[in-house]
């Protein structure tokens, strides 16, 4: 158990509709990184935030958007969503921003556009 | 922008034999450099990072990896593959000084044959 907490794990929706996934960090860490798994994109950074800034932003589309709050949990929205948009998402958690400090991952949450 | 390439989609070994899993690298200043792994249906676990020092680093389940600077390369090894290490295996490296984000490559999936 990494201490990272992704929820929901598995999310089924259609075509055009808006989806939140939630992610707490383990307990301590400031960053949380959000990622998404495809088949034949791999891993793809999608943007991390650092106690409550955003630091870095990667392929993240405009149709999504994602904010860490006060208690440190994050929330990554999708909308508009599309069938290329199903994939896994990662959120990952380390102690600081810019530091060696490895990313702890979450279990992901599988989302399905139909 | 820093990148990783991880050239072989996938590495087929025998059991007992020695295993190497390629990455090279490219960032601007300085790297850290990871690896991680990742069984089905679960979020990705670090084994090992290289922040200075020495080039070879130990990890977690008996792997380790080899920096080499002046091939920008840090590929994973182990000495005796075990049925067990089958899974995908990620790359992921971040600047030193730049920013904070962690890029992966596209991972490579480990077959260790009995």
């Known amino acids: 158990d990494s201490g990272v907490t992704q929820t929901p794990k598995h999310l089924i929706t259609a075509t055009g509709q808006r989806v939140t996934l939630r992610c707490s960090p383990r307990s301590g860490d400031l960053s949380v990184y959000w990622y998404q798994q495809s088949l034949d994109q791999g891993l793809q950074f999608l943007i991390q935030y650092y106690n409550g800034e955003e630091r870095a932003k990667g392929n993240i589309l405009e149709r999504f958007s994602a904010q860490q709050f006060p208690d440190l949990h994050s929330e990554l929205n999708l909308s508009s969503l599309e069938l290329g948009d199903s994939a896994l998402y990662f959120c990952a958690s380390s102690v600081a921003g810019r530091s060696a400090g490895e990313l702890f991952f979450g279990e992901g949450s599988r989302l399905t556009v139909l | 922008a820093q990148s990783v390439a991880q050239p072989e989609d996938q590495v087929n070994v025998a059991e007992g034999n020695p295993l190497t899993v390629k990455c090279t690298y490219s960032v601007s200043g300085n790297p850290y450099l990871f690896w991680y792994v990742q069984y089905p249906n679960r979020g990705l676990q670090f084994l090992l990072k290289?922040?200075?020092?020495?080039?070879l680093v130990k990890g977690s389940y008996g792997f380790e990896a080899e920096f080499n600077k002046s091939q920008t390369s840090f590929h994973l090894k182990k000495p005796s593959a075990l049925v067990s290490d089958s899974a995908l295996y990620f790359c992921?490296?971040?600047?030193?000084?730049?920013?904070?984000?962690?890029?992966f490559g596209k991972g490579t999936r480990l077959h260790i044959l009995p």
């Open positions: 992921a490296v971040r600047d030193m000084w730049r920013d904070d984000k962690i890029i």
């Open positions: 290289y922040i200075t020092g020495d080039n």
